[in-house]
């Protein structure tokens, strides 16, 4: 009696069972799948993945010529043609294609030496001798009145202080590296103090403020319009407006209502150049190294922002900025495990825009954004050489491409990117 009063239950676990089998066998199945699907992919790639790789991408080679004869200047002595090449850039805006101030590079590449040996030293361990910057600070006494050589040095002095501060929250960093970081700053802030009125109309003097604002007794109070007027003064260089937006999170002197409010206010100022796109800029990397920037968002506005970006700006610089940015930096399958619904999702539709990307901006592969992008925002002061970036760049952006494109990879589609844009066709 009591097996047949359990009979309808013994029934339902047979169902139960008979059902599981099937589902357990797809399930096994879909997971073979899912670990053969990388092998095929890599074994198709070579064959079905047709992209060209610009090895000398023009906005990359331009940076980099622009920034060694800056280097190659100072190593030289020649300050005095330094000098007029940085003044001559900056009163006429001289800007790559994709809007990096020509002379930002100059001084850059003029103050490298000096900077990356400090870096190095306190990367391994030891304090850094001080005759670069001593050595900087006599050029200075022998122009005292060149702005373009005062900008250099006290550059050099902020990015000192940085290599002893670090990107860490201020209750985490020695007090004797915080004290070194603001006597440098306090020293860049005396260099500059002479140039109050020029920095008015200079592009180049109006950053080196914006980068003095960090170290003010009450930073909060000054970033947003110190950025805003260097934005102004070049809209077309994007990267005040990213700074801006790391700038403005809670780990350094703003709040997410704060950068919601900024970002649009450049959006706006700036929609003769890029559209919505002044939104996009302000939040890019905010949103790379803080979650929390994802609740202030308004993903939409975002969105919109990334495709006036690639219809005004239509360089294969930007799109594989922007590429590498929705198909690495925001992919779901990068999005930390314990990070929130509101966070996934975000990323979730930002990374949605990595196929209108690919099918609609994309012609060529720049490799090193890629790379930058898989390595993440702490990139450190030791880098792989450049061949090991431009193959780690490549070999991602491939991956990215083709996990995307899997399914018409397997299926034999040959994907060709080209000028006119991708196409797929039937293999063979």
């Not at 915080?178 to 180049?204: K, V």
Request: with cysteine; charged share 25%; glycine share 6%.
């Amino acid at each position: 009696m009591a097996l047949l009063s359990n009979l309808p239950e013994l029934a339902a676990q047979a169902r139960d069972n008979l059902v599981r089998i099937p589902r357990a066998k797809r399930a096994a199945q879909a997971a073979s799948e899912e670990r053969s699907a990388p092998r095929q992919l890599a074994s198709r790639i070579q064959e079905q993945l047709l992209i060209p790789t610009a090895s000398e991408p023009p906005e990359e080679s331009t940076r980099v010529r622009v920034q060694d004869k800056g280097q190659f200047l100072a190593r030289q002595e020649r300050w005095e043609e330094l000098s007029r090449l940085i003044r001559a850039a900056d009163n006429r805006k001289a800007a790559t294609h994709c809007g990096m101030p020509h002379a930002d590079l100059l001084s850059l590449g003029a103050r490298t030496d000096v900077v990356l040996a400090t870096e190095h030293a306190i990367a391994d361990g030891f304090t850094p001798g001080l005759q670069g910057i001593e050595a900087l600070e006599d050029v200075l006494a022998e122009f005292p009145d060149d702005y373009a050589i005062a900008e250099i040095v006290a550059q050099s002095h902020m990015d000192i202080g940085w290599s002893w501060r670090g990107s860490n929250w201020s209750h985490e960093i020695p007090e004797r590296n915080l004290a070194l970081f603001h006597a440098h700053f306090e020293r860049a802030s005396d260099i500059l103090g002479c140039f109050s009125r020029t920095a008015l109309a200079s592009p180049l003097l109006a950053a080196a403020q914006c980068a003095l604002v960090v170290a003010k007794p009450k930073p909060a109070m000054h970033i947003a319009d110190a950025y805003e007027r260097l934005i102004d003064l070049n809209p077309v260089n994007t990267a005040p407006m990213r700074s801006l937006g790391n700038f403005l999170l809670p780990r350094w002197f703003g709040t997410y209502d704060a950068l919601e409010l900024e970002a649009r206010r450049t959006a706006a100022r700036c929609s003769s150049v890029w559209g919505n796109g002044g939104y996009t800029w302000v939040f890019l990397d905010a949103l790379r190294v803080d979650q929390g920037a994802s609740r202030a968002l308004d993903v939409d506005f975002f969105v919109d922002g990334l495709r006036d970006i690639l219809y005004l700006q239509p360089d294969q610089h930007i799109a594989n900025l922007l590429a590498a940015y929705t198909g690495i930096t925001m992919s779901p399958a990068r999005t930390p495990v314990e990070a929130p619904d509101v966070v996934r999702d975000v990323r979730r539709e930002i990374h949605s825009m990595f196929d209108h990307i690919l099918r609609e901006n994309l012609r060529e592969l720049h490799p090193l954004l890629w790379a930058e992008a898989d390595l993440g925002p702490d990139l450190g002061t030791y880098l792989p050489p450049r061949g090991a970036l431009l193959r780690k760049g490549r070999d991602t952006a491939l991956n990215a491409i083709a996990i995307h494109f899997k399914s018409d990879i397997i299926s034999g589609k040959i994907l060709d990117f080209s000028k006119d844009g991708l196409t797929l066709s039937p293999q063979g």
